[in-house]
Nanobody, 114 residues
Framework: QVELVESGGGLVQPGGSARLSCAASGTDFSFSRMGWFRQAPGEQRELVATIHSSGRTNYADSVKGRFTISRDNAKITIDLQMSSLKPEDTAVYYC????????WGKGTLVTVST
């Protein structure tokens, strides 16, 4: 069974940095696209950043210049380096992968607060 497992997150002060990681298990085959989505309380899940197996990236306007997504195709992992964090970045962050269908992690909470 293919699973995506997130790690990282937690409580971060405004202006601070955090790193999220996601690892795939139960498969030896990478995903054509992987990325991060987030869902704030009472809000819809939204795209944060995606990365193609070629390395091509896509970012939400709200995180451009602050977040960086990277991936290791051999290890089937992706990371999200977040900097200059704002309270509005507070959300549950979900790892996503697409191959034959969408795959989702269970999410990890990032709270940006003093």
């Amino acid at each position: 069974q293919v699973e995506l497992v997130e790690s990282g997150g937690g409580l971060v002060q405004p202006g601070g940095s955090a790193r999220l990681s996601c690892a795939a298990s139960g498969t030896d085959f990478s995903f054509s696209r992987m990325g991060w989505f987030r869902q704030a309380p009472g809000e819809q899940r939204e795209l944060v950043a995606t990365i193609h197996s070629s390395g091509r990236t896509n970012y939400a306007d709200s995180v451009k210049g602050r977040f960086t997504i990277s991936r290791d195709n051999a290890k089937i992992t992706i990371d999200l380096q977040m900097s200059s964090l704002k309270p509005e970045d507070t959300a549950v962050y979900y790892c996503w992968g697409f191959r034959d269908r969408n795959y989702w992690g269970k999410g990890t909470l990032v709270t940006v607060s003093t």
